[in-house]
């Protein structure tokens, strides 16, 4: 899926993330993207998918 704004390597940051955390559990979960700070953060968030299974994996 292509989020309007996020570039490719952004993009690849948030895969390489979600690789190794698994499913993001919430938009806090988000700032742990490298290049991804609050402000995108907001921006973004209604993009995304959250799992509320995170923190049982």
Do not use: N
């Amino acid at each position: 899926m292509s989020i309007r704004g996020i570039g490719p390597s952004l993009a690849e940051s948030i895969v390489v993330t979600r690789e190794s955390l698994g499913s993001f559990s919430g938009p806090e979960d988000l700032l742990l993207i490298k290049g991804m700070g609050p402000g995108r953060v907001a921006k973004f968030k209604s993009s995304f998918s959250f799992s509320k299974d995170h923190a049982q994996q």
